[in-house]
């Protein structure tokens, strides 16, 4: 059974830092793209970075500089360091794994709220 582990997720002040986490099992982690998305109140999700089997790393335009995604292989977790952060960073943030077209899972996602 494949799972997807969030957290990491809370209420910061604008300017405030973030790190959160997704602890994958049930998957050969090593063989899968792993991503962060984003679903904002009334919006649609969207992708926020995403990070390839080889570490290959792409952002959308409003986390570059900001937001950094790495992982760690060998403890099967994909990580979203945030800084910076806004107040329309504000939404749900959920990790993907995805491997091929067929094989995509998705985590229950963490609350990121950025206000003072």
């Known amino acids: 059974q494949v799972q997807l582990g969030e957290s990491g997720g809370d209420l910061v002040q604008p300017g405030g830092s973030l790190r959160l986490s997704c602890a994958a099992s049930?998957?050969?982690?090593?063989?899968?793209?792993m991503g962060w998305y984003r679903q904002a109140p009334g919006k649609q999700r969207e992708l926020v970075a995403a990070?390839?089997?080889?570490?290959?790393?792409n952002y959308a335009d409003s986390a570059k500089g900001r937001l950094t995604i790495s992982r760690d292989n060998a403890k099967n977790t994909v990580y979203l360091q945030m800084n910076s952060l806004k107040p329309e960073d504000t939404a749900v943030y959920y990790c993907?794994?995805?491997?091929?077209?067929?094989?995509?899972?998705w985590g229950q996602g963490t609350q990121v709220t950025v206000s003072s």
């Open positions: 993907n794994a995805r491997y091929g077209p067929v094989h995509s899972y």
């Open positions: 049930g998957i050969i982690f090593d063989l899968y793209a």
């Open positions: 990070i390839t089997s080889r570490g290959s790393t």
